[in-house]
């Protein structure tokens, strides 16, 4: 994969088993070459991953708003910007040119940037491969919402294929590797 980007958690209070996947990711993800795409903080889950790629020698690319810049929220060890007006065209942003998506275990934010593309992939609008790393079954509930929703005829039977779940980040690299 040549560009990735990594859906993931800003809070600095997440258990670090979470914060250790993530700084993994970025490690791995660097270390075969691909560009990681984030949402530029520098803390929780998103530090994190970019520590791990930084620490691999990859290329490192922030995307973030303006309001949370200005609140010091922004990694300092990324050099590659994009600065957005909000956070709609960030999530558009981030999604161009990317070949893959990889949703770490995250809050709100995180559950609505996930909810989106996978609309967008319904729609045609997004061609990437989606994953969901399930880290300690932390995405149980919404793939048995999404289950529940294709058996109840809110989406197709064939929508079960627009996401994979996997269950840890050599897992996430695997199906990175496999093709679609």
Sequence with gaps: MRRVCVFAASS????SRYKDAAHDLGF???HAGSTV????????????????ALAAGGHVVGIMPVFMREREW???????????????????????GT????????GCGTLE????VLTLKRLGLFHG????????GFWDPLVAWLD??????FMEPAHRHLWVVVPNVAAAMAALATPK
């Excluded at 795409?37 to 791990?52: I, N, T």
């Design 12 to 15: 600095g209070r997440i258990p």
């Design 28 to 30: 791995r993800l660097a």
């Design 37 to 52: 795409v984030f949402g530029g903080g520098s803390h929780g889950c998103m530090g994190a991953l970019a520590d791990g």
């Design 74 to 96: 922004a990694h300092p060890g990324v050099t590659d910007w994009v600065w957005t007006e909000d956070l709609s065209e960030r999530q558009r942003e981030m999604l161009k």
């Design 99 to 106: 070949d893959a998506l990889v949703t770490l275990p995250g």
């Design 113 to 116: 940037e996930v909810a989106e």
């Design 129 to 136: 491969r989606i994953i969901l790393l399930n880290q300690d």
């Design 148 to 153: 529940r929703a294709i058996a109840e005829a």
